[in-house]
């Protein structure tokens, strides 16, 4: 190994600041011993700050209408051959009320695009769960919205909320999404959003088409500037009926890299591994964790749409009942020496903080 790859190493490990092109030295000149050895300190990390507790999120994917194109994305409105669904209010309080039985104390409402849903609809909804569920923690994850639209989200009681900034780059971002759609108003919503008080989470998929190392290395600097308390990353996997079906997927490897230099670089940060990651590879949850992530989000929605949430192709847990997946779940995050716990799972430096 280079001096100079030894000493990027070090200044990672020992919480310093990486530029960009040590990012990129370092991504292109992993082997397996630096994966292992940054696994090792980014589960350290983990454990430090959260013990051997992994949290999990109850995922109410509650429609699957989109008004946007993204070139990746199954449920894009250009897809006519997605069966289209929302679920009503009462179905998501009670898919809700069913989770918190569960043990989930985060409801995170994911959606499209979907104007049916307006700002009213969505802030009663959230004050509804809040208020037959006070101890639950609420996030919402229904894209890019007005900051006086945000504003109400969080005024009636919405805690958190997920926004993929999907790439920082504006000429990559051009390249996954129509022109209506631009890197630097993702990247608004995301610093308004922190500015009325959400918790809140960024990120961006590993393999996305067209990306290169440069791309990730400016994603990780754009994630360590917004200093987000949560982040999610995940494979891009192709879907069928999308501009993109013929593209190749992220891979396992690459994602596990990038959960450990996350983790090393935002120490506190909650990490998902994501259901993209369990869908490239059958253990791909439990070496997140092993990697560095703390959080995974299992599907609380009804089994009757699950599988029309199809954002890329043969994705898991479609066919499973809620309680289902949290077993297996539990059985799989135990046995890697790890707990499921009934908890909100805030970020320790909010905890503090509040
Ligand atoms: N509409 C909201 C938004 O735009 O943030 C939330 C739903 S959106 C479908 C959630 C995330 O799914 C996106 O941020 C994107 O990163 C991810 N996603 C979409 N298509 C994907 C694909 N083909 N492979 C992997 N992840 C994908
Ligand atoms: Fe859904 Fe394993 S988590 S079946």
Avoid: W
Avoid at 35 to 52: D, E, I, W
């Amino acid at each position: 190994m280079t001096a100079d790859l030894q000493s990027v190493i070090e200044k990672l490990v020992s919480g310093g600041d990486i530029t960009r092109e040590e990012i990129i030295l370092l991504l292109e000149n992993r082997n397996e011993e630096i994966k292992t050895y940054l696994a090792q300190k980014a589960s350290a990390v983990a454990r430090k700050y959260y013990g051997n507790k992994v949290f999990v999120r109850g995922l109410i994917e509650f429609t699957n209408y989109c008004k946007n194109d993204c070139y990746y994305c199954g449920i894009r409105c250009s897809n006519k051959n997605a069966s289209r669904y929302r679920l009503t209010r009462e179905e998501i309080l009670e898919c809700a009320s069913h989770g918190y039985d569960l043990g989930f104390r985060t409801i995170v409402l994911q959606g499209g695009e979907d104007a049916y849903f307006k700002d009213d609809l969505i802030a009663d909804i959230v004050k509804s769960i809040k208020s037959e569920h006070p101890d639950c923690a609420v996030t919402l994850s229904i894209g890019e919205k007005s900051f006086e639209s945000y504003k109400k989200f969080f005024d009636a009681g919405a805690d958190r909320y997920l926004l993929r900034h999907e790439t920082a780059d504006a000429e990559h971002y051009a390249k996954l999404h129509p022109s209506n759609l631009s890197s630097e108003n993702r990247k608004q919503c995301l610093f308004n959003l922190k500015k009325i008080g959400f918790q809140t989470g960024a990120g961006f998929m590993v393999g996305s088409p067209y990306q290169t190392t440069g791309n990730i290395a400016d994603d990780l600097l754009f994630l360590k500037k917004l200093d987000p308390e949560m982040i999610g990353i995940g494979p891009f996997i192709p879907h069928k009926e999308t501009p993109f079906a013929d593209m190749t997927a992220g891979t396992l490897e690459l994602t596990l890299f990038l959960l450990s230099i996350i983790r090393l670089m935002l120490p506190t940060v909650l990490l998902p591994a994501t259901t993209a990651l369990g869908t490239i590879d059958p253990r791909g949850r439990e070496l997140g964790i092993l990697a560095g992530a703390n959080v995974v989000m299992p599907n609380l929605s009804p089994v009757s749409v699950r599988k029309k949430y199809d954002l890329y192709d043969n994705k898991i847990c479609t066919g499973e009942e809620a309680a289902e997946c949290m077993n297996c779940l539990k059985r799989r995050i135990e046995s890697i020496g790890y707990e499921i716990v009934t908890d909100r799972g805030d970020n320790v430096r909010y905890v503090k903080e509040h």
